[in-house]
């Protein structure tokens, strides 16, 4: 199996044609002083749609079935998972994946750069793994 790209974006369509159009790849977010100066580690919702859009390939026969996955929130720094959800990749019937999800709110630790990493479990010695980056500023 084959990460192909990952991305932050404010809308996505994917029509039936098996294209998919990507409209304004997000890369920083502006915190509001409101949350800025707020406690540090709370919740800050995102009223402007942000997607987290990631594609993945089936190469070969064995990768032709489900995959367990998650999708992860990174503190800057990347040393600290702040979220986490359980993910299936379904490749029984397609050898092309896009994970679509749609974020309403992040943990927010302080400004910095934050990262979304897509991870596939069981996939060769540490996982296949994509990841997309926001910066709070």
């Known amino acids: ?3 192909d ?3 932050l974006c404010a809308d996505v ?8 159009d990507l409209l304004n790849v997000v890369t920083a977010i502006r915190v509001g002083d ?32 489900i995959h367990q996955s998650v999708q992860q ?3 800057p720094g ?12 379904d ?7 896009r994970y679509i999800h749609r974020i309403h709110e992040m943990r927010f630790v302080g400004v910095g750069i934050y990262e979304f990493h897509i991870l596939v479990a069981n ?9 997309a980056s926001v910066r709070m500023i």
């Open 13 to 20: 369509t994917a029509p039936p044609s098996g294209s998919i």
């Open 91 to 97: 490749f029984r019937h397609t050898t092309v994946y």
């Open 1 to 3: 199996m084959r990460h």
């Open 73 to 75: 929130l990174m503190a």
């Open 34 to 65: 409101r949350y800025r100066q707020s406690r540090i580690d709370t919740v800050i919702p995102i009223h402007a749609p942000m997607w987290i859009v990631s594609q993945w390939t089936a190469e070969f026969d064995f990768d032709r079935r």
């Open 5 to 7: 790209w990952t991305l």
């Open 78 to 89: 990347g040393e600290n998972v702040l979220d986490q959800r359980a993910l299936e990749f």
């Open 123 to 131: 996939f060769a010695q540490r996982g296949e793994w994509g990841r």
